[in-house]
């Protein structure tokens, strides 16, 4: 038989120790080339770049997605 609490567990005590449990906003940071607000260590979606280099053509992407909308 597995073993049960001997007595009941306040509120109190209850939210003291779920009280580090609590979701903190994510934190961003600022892309260099463009200045827009991005998630550290992820490509910009604005300019399409990573830490100064071009990793996704913003352009190509977005004519992409226009083209699929028209169909």
Do not use: F, W
């Not at 906003?25 to 770049?49: F, Q």
Request: aromatic share 2%; proline share 8%.
């Amino acid at each position: 038989m597995t073993p049960l609490p001997k007595r009941k567990l306040s509120k109190g005590a209850r939210n003291r120790r779920r009280s580090h449990l609590a979701l903190k906003p994510g934190s961003l940071s600022v892309c260099p080339s463009c200045k827009a607000a991005i998630r550290p260590h992820h490509v910009c979606p604005e300019c399409g770049k990573y830490r100064g280099v071009e990793v996704i053509d913003v352009e190509a992407r977005e004519a992409k997605k226009k083209s699929k909308t028209q169909r």
